[in-house]
C-alpha cells in the first residue's frame, strides 16, 4: 500500500461516520437561524456560509433566516436614535421601521447571500414581505399584565411558504430577513428573527429548527452558573418558559412552538464554535440546547 493512500484512510473514515446522518436527513428541511450577537466575526461568518453550502450539497434543503439585533442598533445610533427594548423586543417608531429595514434587507441579508453565493449560484434573499412570506399584526406585549404599544412591531397572523418552496425545489437556498407585510395598514412590521425562524420552521415542516447564539446552549441557571440544559421535553420547557429573561425568550418561545406544530427537533446552538452546524447534524456530539416534542403517552 502506498503512503499517499495510508495516509488518507482517516479522512475515509470521518466521511463514513456521517453516512447514516446523510441517510437520515436527506430531503428534510432545516431551519438555521443565525443571531446578530454570532455574526461579529469574519471567519465564523464564512464557516456559516461553508456549513449551509455543505448541508444543501450533502441534500437537505437548509433555509437562513437571519437576525441583526446589534447591527440594527449600531445603524440606529448613527442616525441619532435611540434603542429602546420591552418584553425583549425592539420599541419601533415609523424612522426606526426604515431603518430595520434597510439593515436587515440591505445589508445584513445581502451580506449573508454574498458569503454562501461564494460557493455558486445557489442563495436568494427575500424579505417576509416577499410573496406574502410573512404576513402580521402590531404586537402589544403584556407588561405587568397591560398590553404596551412597542410601534410598529408585528405578530405573525398568515404565512405563505410557496416563495421559499419554490426556491427550494429550484435548488436555491432562502435566505430570508424577517420583516413582515401589514395585514391592515399596507405599511411592515419589524418581526423578532427567532419568532420568524420558528413559525417558518412549523409552516414549512421542517425536520429540525437551528438557532446559532452567542451561548452555548439554554443555561439551567443563568447568570450564576454556565451548566447546559443539553436535552428537554416541550412540557420541561413550557414550565421554564416564566423564569427565562430577555434574549433567551423569543427564541425558547419559538422553539416550543415549533416542536408542538411538527418540527421534530429545535436546537439551541453556539454560534461562536465554528462549523457548529455540521456538528451538530452529522455527529453523535449534539452540543447546545435540544428541545423534542413530548412523548407520546404509552397506550395499554
Ligand atoms: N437561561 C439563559 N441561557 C443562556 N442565555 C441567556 C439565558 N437567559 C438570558 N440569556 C441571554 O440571551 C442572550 C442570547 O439572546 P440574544 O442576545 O437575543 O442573541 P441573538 O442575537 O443570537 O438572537 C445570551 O447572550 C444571554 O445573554
Ligand atoms: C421586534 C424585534 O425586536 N426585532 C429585532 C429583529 C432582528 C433580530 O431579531 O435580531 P437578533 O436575532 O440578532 O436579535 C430587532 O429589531 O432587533
Known amino acids: 500500500m502506498s503512503t499517499r493512500k495510508h495516509?488518507?484512510?482517516?479522512?475515509?473514515?470521518?466521511?463514513?461516520?456521517?453516512?447514516?446522518?446523510?441517510?437520515?436527513?436527506?430531503?428534510?428541511?432545516?431551519v438555521i437561524k443565525f443571531g446578530g450577537n454570532a455574526m461579529v466575526d469574519e471567519d465564523l461568518k464564512a464557516a456559516f456560509a461553508q456549513d449551509v453550502v455543505f448541508l444543501h450539497h450533502a441534500g437537505l434543503r437548509p433555509v437562513v433566516v437571519h437576525g441583526g439585533g446589534p447591527q440594527i442598533s449600531a445603524a440606529l445610533d448613527r442616525h441619532g436614535l435611540v434603542s429602546e427594548f420591552k418584553a425583549g423586543l425592539r420599541v419601533t417608531t415609523p424612522e426606526a421601521m426604515d431603518v430595520v429595514r434597510m439593515v436587515l434587507a440591505g445589508q445584513v441579508q445581502r451580506e449573508l447571500v454574498g458569503?454562501?453565493?461564494?460557493?455558486?449560484?445557489?442563495?436568494?434573499?427575500?424579505?417576509?414581505?416577499?410573496?406574502?412570506?410573512?404576513?402580521?399584526?402590531?404586537?402589544?406585549?403584556?407588561?405587568?399584565?397591560?398590553?404596551?404599544?412597542?410601534?410598529?412591531?408585528?405578530?405573525?397572523?398568515?404565512?405563505?411558504?410557496?416563495?421559499?418552496?419554490?426556491?427550494?425545489?429550484?435548488?436555491?437556498?432562502?435566505?430570508v430577513s424577517s420583516i413582515?407585510?401589514?395585514?391592515?395598514?399596507?405599511?411592515?412590521?419589524?418581526?423578532?428573527?427567532?419568532?420568524?425562524?420558528?413559525?417558518?420552521?412549523?409552516?414549512?415542516?421542517?425536520?429540525?429548527?437551528?438557532?446559532?447564539?452567542?451561548?452555548?446552549?439554554?443555561?439551567?441557571?443563568?447568570?450564576?452558573?454556565?451548566?447546559?440544559?443539553s436535552r428537554l421535553t416541550a412540557t420541561e420547557l413550557e414550565k421554564l418558559l416564566p423564569e427565562l429573561s430577555s434574549g433567551m425568550v423569543p427564541k425558547m418561545e419559538g422553539c416550543l412552538h415549533a416542536v408542538r406544530n411538527g418540527v421534530r427537533t429545535a436546537r439551541v446552538i453556539d454560534g461562536r464554535v465554528q462549523h457548529s452546524i455540521l456538528l451538530e447534524i452529522f455527529t453523535d456530539e449534539g452540543i447546545g440546547t435540544m428541545v423534542v416534542p413530548d412523548e407520546p403517552e404509552a397506550h395499554a
Request: proline share 5%; glycine share 8%; hydrophobic share 45%.
Open 7 to 30: 495516509t488518507a484512510l482517516p479522512k475515509a473514515q470521518i466521511l463514513i461516520e456521517a453516512l447514516p446522518w446523510l441517510t437520515r436527513h436527506r430531503g428534510r428541511t432545516v
Open 115 to 175: 458569503l454562501l453565493n461564494q460557493h455558486g449560484p445557489l442563495a436568494v434573499g427575500i424579505t417576509g414581505e416577499d410573496a406574502h412570506t410573512l404576513t402580521a399584526t402590531r404586537h402589544q406585549p403584556l407588561i405587568d399584565g397591560e398590553p404596551v404599544d412597542i410601534g410598529r412591531v408585528g405578530e405573525i397572523t398568515a404565512l405563505d411558504t410557496g416563495a421559499i418552496e419554490a426556491l427550494l425545489a429550484d435548488g436555491r437556498i432562502p435566505v
Open 180 to 229: 413582515a407585510r401589514s395585514e391592515d395598514d399596507g405599511h411592515v412590521y419589524n418581526v423578532n428573527a427567532d419568532t420568524a425562524a420558528a413559525a417558518l420552521a412549523a409552516a414549512l415542516g421542517a425536520e429540525t429548527l437551528m438557532v446559532l447564539t452567542d451561548v452555548e446552549g439554554l443555561y439551567e441557571d443563568w447568570p450564576n452558573s454556565d451548566e447546559v440544559i
